[in-house]
């Protein structure tokens, strides 16, 4: 018989709470949004998750944050996009108050700001 593929363990409503909870602190959103290596960042979600009772190592977190984050974020899309019935996921309501979507454009001037200075700068030296 070939071997089963390692499942990931079951989280309570309780763990999953303390888990957005852990997630939704403003210094950890900070962490996770400042660099795309976030194994450090994992490891003290996992550590704060120890704190308050529940054994989680940080690939756990990481997989679980992962999961709840595009679930999410598919059904804030959907809301904003559609005048259907809602659509809503599980701990959605905890979810948007920790997490509250920012929309992306917010990030254009800059970038566009960056090609602008460096098209210039490029011109300078001609």
């Not at 957005?20 to 962490?31: H, L, M, N």
């Not at 019935?85 to 001037?109: G, I």
Request: with cysteine; proline share 6%.
């Amino acid at each position: 018989m070939p071997p089963r593929a390692r499942q990931a363990p079951v989280w309570s409503n309780g763990k999953v709470l303390d888990l957005i909870s852990v997630w939704g602190e403003e210094a950890v959103k900070s962490q996770l949004r400042s660099c795309c290596r976030n194994y450090d960042t994992f490891g003290q979600i996992s550590r704060d998750m120890m704190e308050r009772g529940h054994d989680r190592d940080s690939l756990q977190c990481r997989v679980n944050v992962k999961e709840l984050w595009n679930t999410y974020r598919k059904a804030h899309e959907a809301n904003r996009r559609s005048s259907a019935a809602p659509a809503t996921c599980h701990f959605y309501k905890e979810l948007d108050a920790r997490l509250s979507l920012v929309p992306p454009c917010h990030l254009q001037p800059t970038i566009l700001n960056i090609r602008v200075h460096i098209a210039t700068s490029c011109f300078q030296h001609l």
